[in-house]
Nanobody, 116 residues
């Protein structure tokens, strides 16, 4: 069965950095695109970044472009989100996700809090 487990969240000061990890299992990881989403209190879940399976093309939300980097290690079945220059508005629960034709899979989420 598909399983996604996020880790690496925590409390960080504005301007600081954090690296999130998502360990995947239950499917052929290298064949699928992976994404990071986030959801802040009172807001809709939004797509933060995605990475394709082949040449590893990436896409980012405008709000994080230049600050966040998504990457993957297919030998470890893990996708990462490197977050630099963190802002207060980055505070949210971050989820990794992989999409299928009829089914979407989500991790349990990891809390990122940016606060001074």
């Amino acid at each position: 069965q598909v399983q996604l487990v996020e880790s690496g969240g925590g409390l960080v000061q504005p301007g600081g950095s954090l690296r999130l990890s998502c360990a995947a299992s239950g499917f052929t990881f290298s064949n699928y695109a992976m994404s990071w989403y986030r959801q802040a209190p009172g807001k809709e879940r939004e797509l933060v970044a995605s990475i394709t399976s082949g040449v590893r093309s990436t896409n980012y939300a405008d709000s994080v472009k230049g600050r966040f980097t998504i990457s993957r290690d297919n030998t470890k079945n893990t996708v990462y989100l490197q977050m630099n220059s963190l802002k207060l508005e980055d505070t949210a629960v971050y989820y990794c996700s992989t999409k299928r034709r009829y089914t979407d899979y989500w991790g349990q989420g990891t809390q990122v809090t940016v606060s001074s």
